[in-house]
């Protein structure tokens, strides 16, 4: 019997960190494992040289010309190397990946769905955004959610009927454990902030909550990782509060994330959308509480009361209160950072995420 030829795509390689050690557990297991990027892969990304590595052009933005080039090129590549399964992640790799499969016939065809682009916004880029999410969902012969709430939102939003299936409680490529640790006690109680400096991560949120805590715990300060996305830009004024407050450290992108982690007391989470968010359980690897808003994905990575807290989205004011709640008392960060690094080892772990995956489509 022909080796399994499995074909991966995804619109930029930085997304190729999300897949973990799947590419290698194919190859591992005889598939063939190839990937289509829609950018050329840098130097300073290496893979598995059983990998074969193709680029067609994916721009993220919708543009009829240039989708249509690229949805072409795809069928071409497949129709030559006639994949048994095709996955497509990231929105515009998704929605041509899955496309093109279709018209070449190939017999597997995965959709995973790592978040909504259009949650939370209206108006004709809302419906637009979900008419390609229903297209290449309907293209597709199954789709994978990496949370319960992301699930139950792409039915809701009437982009299917039948609901998308989630392996075991979801997740991308999990979390190893043996790279986090529990936190330093920092001797100055801070608040963390990791992920993409934006608008729909909250940021603006984040200045009026730490402007609440500092009522009550002037001392606190406010540790920030991540770069500013100038595609989704913050309000000018919180950016001035970011870079002038001289109780604010902004990180910039940090590798090393367990490090970043170690150096915070809490970490606080007030994205408006998300898939499943890494940072959160990367946080609770760390034994580090997070508070964040109750939106989709997010509630699926705290246990309310036991690992952190959800706050229904908008309430500054008991944001605020939760947090001061864990920065006044250490006794409760321990608690419940031991009760979400257990939590995520019982959930999120990140071998059995990816190998959950693998054998998923190695018995389909």
């Known amino acids: 019997m022909a080796a399994p030829v499995i074909v991966f795509g995804l619109t930029v390689p930085m997304s190729l960190s999300l897949l973990g050690h799947r590419l290698e557990l194919l190859a591992d297991a005889g598939c063939s494992v190839h990937v289509v990027l829609g950018e050329p892969l840098p130097e300073s990304i290496a ?5 074969e590595v193709h680029e067609i052009t994916m721009t993220r933005a919708i543009s009829p010309v240039s989708d249509a080039k690229a949805l072409l090129a795809w069928h071409r590549l497949l129709r030559t190397l006639r994949p048994s399964h095709v996955v ?7 929605f041509v990946s899955m496309l093109a ?5 190939v017999p597997h065809r995965i959709l995973e769905v790592w978040g909504g682009r259009w949650d939370g916004i209206e108006g004709g880029r809302s419906r637009l955004l979900r008419m390609t999410d229903r297209m290449a969902m309907s293209a597709a012969t199954e789709v994978i959610a990496v949370s319960n709430s992301l699930a139950d939102l792409v039915v809701e939003a009437g982009l299917m009927k039948s609901r998308p299936l989630v392996l075991g409680f ?10 986090f640790h529990a936190p330093q006690s920092p001797p100055v109680p801070a ?9 729909d991560k909250g940021i603006d949120d984040l200045r009026a909550v730490v402007a609440r805590v500092h009522e009550q715990l002037p001392e606190v300060m406010l540790r920030v990782a991540g770069d500013f996305d100038s595609a989704d830009p913050i309000d000018p004024a919180t950016r001035r509060w970011l870079q002038t407050d001289p109780r604010v450290t902004l990180v910039g992108h940090v590798a090393d994330v367990p490090h970043f982690l170690r150096t ?31 939106v989709t994905g997010t509630r699926d990575a705290i246990v309310d009361g036991h690992t952190g807290a959800l706050v229904p989205l908008g309430d500054i004011e008991q944001m605020a209160e939760r947090l001061c709640a864990l920065l006044h008392d250490e006794g409760l960060r321990v608690e419940q950072g031991q009760a979400a ?20 489509v190695l018995a389909s």
């Open 191 to 199: 608040i963390g902030f990791l992920g993409r400096i934006a608008a």
């Open 264 to 294: 915070i007391s809490v970490l606080c989470f007030p994205s408006h959308r998300e898939g499943l968010p890494n940072a959160v359980i990367e946080a609770s690897a760390s034994e580090v509480p997070v508070v964040g808003w109750d």
């Open 101 to 105: 499969a279709r018209t070449a016939r």
């Open 47 to 51: 893979l598995d040289p059983r990998v």
């Open 170 to 179: 979801g997740a991308t490529q999990g979390v190893s454990l043996e790279r």
């Open 341 to 360: 690094r257990a939590m995520v080892a019982e959930r999120f772990e990140a071998h059995a995420v990816q190998r959950a995956f693998v054998d998923h």
């Open 88 to 94: 497509g992640a990231t929105p515009k790799a998704a």
